[in-house]
Antibody, heavy 115, light 110 residues
Framework: QVHLQQWGAGLLKPSETLSLTCSIY????????WTWIRQPPGKGLEWIGD???????NYNPSLKSRVTISVDTSNFQFSLKLSSVTAADTAMYYC?????????WGRGTLVTVSS | QSILTQPPSVSAAPGQMVTISCSGG????????VAWYQKFPETAPKLLVY???QRPSGIPDRISGSKSGTSATLGITGLQTGDEADYYC???????????FGSGTKVTVL
């Protein structure tokens, strides 16, 4: 059954770059948007951005200057990079399939930014 | 501050019904589909409703969604203790060219 598995560094220092990857298992990446969403502790969901299987991207305007989402079609993976992190970027980060209908989710990666 | 506004909390007794409102604007709810998600602590969100009123396979029909103008509503009937969670609405915003979530609503079963 198709599922998503995500991984990446969970502890960063301020100014470092957050890097997370999400692998797509037992399913196709074709025809879907692939999305990153985060939830800071005690706060609501925040859409970070997405990428279409063809490579087109859209980003949250508030994060756009620091975010890059890319797709590796040969390995069925998509990735998130967020540069110049601060404590405000501490959150649970989720990868998901879909844009207006996220029907498949990774388990989440807790990323903590602390000096 | 979220672009989509939800009440912070709603509550009802077991077996009763709750409704959660999601208020937006022309560029998001007004012209795009609404989705609803259920979120438990330490767990990934779960899609409950998409395209305003459609339920994914496996979501019971005591869950319903509707949309009118620039507002949407999620309804849960036959409330169960397992429904205690946070609920979020979401929609694409054509002006921002980005997806926006509601502020979230905590459902409490009394």
């Amino acid at each position: 059954q198709v599922h998503l598995q995500q991984w990446g560094a969970g502890l960063l220092k301020p100014s470092e770059t957050l890097s997370l990857t999400c692998s797509i298992y037992d399913g196709s990446y074709i025809g879907y948007y692939w999305t990153w969403i985060r939830q800071p502790p005690g706060k609501g969901l925040e859409w970070i951005g997405d990428i279409h299987h063809g490579g087109g991207t859209n980003y949250n305007p508030s994060l756009k200057s620091r975010v890059t989402i890319s797709v590796d079609t040969s390995n069925f993976q998509f990735s998130l990079k967020l540069s110049s992190v601060t404590a405000a970027d501490t959150a649970m980060y989720y990868c998901a399939r879909g844009r207006v209908r996220c029907d498949l989710w990774g388990r989440g990666t807790l990323v903590t930014v602390s000096s | 501050q979220s672009i989509l506004t939800q009440p912070p909390s709603v509550s009802a007794a077991p077996g009763q019904m709750v409704t959660i409102s999601c208020s937006g604007g022309t560029s998001n709810i007004g012209e795009n589909f609404v989705a609803w998600y259920q979120k438990f602590p330490e767990t990934a969100p779960k899609l409950l409703v998409y395209d305003n009123d459609q339920r994914p396979s496996g979501i019971p029909d005591r869950i319903s969604g509707s949309k009118s103008g620039t507002s949407a509503t999620l309804g849960i009937t036959g409330l169960q203790t397992g429904d205690e969670a946070d609920y979020y609405c979401g929609a694409w915003d054509s002006s921002l060219n980005a997806y926006v979530f509601g502020s979230g609503t905590k459902v409490t079963v009394l």
